[in-house]
């Protein structure tokens, strides 16, 4: 089945200049359990569709659907990686990962919840870091630490938005393998927004090419071979 569905979504921001159209009549429909890449140029409206489907927009026209579901509201159960990652330095590292469970499982006893954090904060490298601030870590380790806080609480859906972007090529490519890693113990159905082709090739099972241009094409390829 599938998990995310556009349907016929357009959408143009409001500005001072007149309407920006970003989206027009576009149609995604991502399979549970799999990982699509997003490309196309600057401005081609890649951030709008993460937002789109976080729920913390209403595009003017079409609809966004999350597990049968019309998103209508922000949804808690999304989980959200960027380019640089907003930590809360007055929390440890352990602390911040446990942040989304607080929202999403409140009832979840406090060392249920510590558990689980310290499990991925062992799958991604971390432990022995968990009672660091977010300062105290390279900018690779706090991008770690970032994608254990997006997928701690089991997400529908994992949404990076070029959560590589700011690191250099050794680091990125560390996390490129480490995404394999946390993707074999931890399945989950994600959508990685990137401009790096090899990224896109090197995680994805499926690469959607966002156009720019006035027809607002859709190119849609599968990545039929395994690397690695
Ligand atoms: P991408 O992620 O592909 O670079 P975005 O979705 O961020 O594209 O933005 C698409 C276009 O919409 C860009 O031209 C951007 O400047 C514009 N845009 C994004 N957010 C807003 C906003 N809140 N208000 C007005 N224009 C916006
Ligand atoms: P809790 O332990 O209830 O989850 P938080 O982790 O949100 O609380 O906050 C821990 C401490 O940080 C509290 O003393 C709180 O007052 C303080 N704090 C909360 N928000 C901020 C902020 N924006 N800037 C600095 N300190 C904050």
């Excluded at 409001?14 to 990982?35: Q, W």
């Excluded at 927009?57 to 079409?62: E, H, S, V």
């Excluded at 579901?69 to 907003?86: C, D, I, L, S, Y």
Aim: with cysteine; hydrophobic share 45%.
């Amino acid at each position: 089945a599938d998990l995310v569905e556009i349907k016929g979504v357009t959408h143009a921001y409001r500005t001072p200049a007149g309407a920006l159209p970003v989206l027009r009549d576009l149609n995604i429909a991502i399979p549970e359990g799999k990982f699509c890449a997003v490309v196309g140029p600057s401005g081609c409206g890649k951030s709008t569709l993460t937002r789109l489907i976080a729920g913390l927009m209403k595009p003017d026209q079409g609809e966004v659907w999350l597990h049968g579901e019309r998103v209508k509201t922000p949804r808690k159960t999304v989980g959200m990686a960027f380019q640089n990652p907003v930590m809360l330095e007055w929390r440890t590292i352990l602390e911040n990962v446990m942040l989304p469970l607080e929202i999403v499982a409140p009832s979840m006893p406090k060392a249920q919840r510590e558990e689980r954090a310290r499990k991925l904060l062992a799958l991604v490298g971390l432990s022995g870091f968990e009672a660091k601030r977010p300062s105290q870590l390279s900018g690779g380790m706090r991008q770690r630490a970032s994608l254990c806080r997006a997928i701690v609480h089991k997400p529908e859906v994992l949404i990076m938005d070029e959560p590589f972007g700011a690191l250099d090529a050794f680091t990125r490519e560390d996390l490129w393998q480490l995404m394999h890693k946390l993707r074999a113990e931890e399945p989950f159905t994600a959508l990685l927004i990137t401009h790096d082709l090899r990224e896109s090739v090197y995680l994805a099972d499926e690469i959607i090419v966002l156009s720019d241009r006035p027809a607002h094409v859709q190119y849609r390829m599968q990545v039929d071979y395994p690397i690695n």
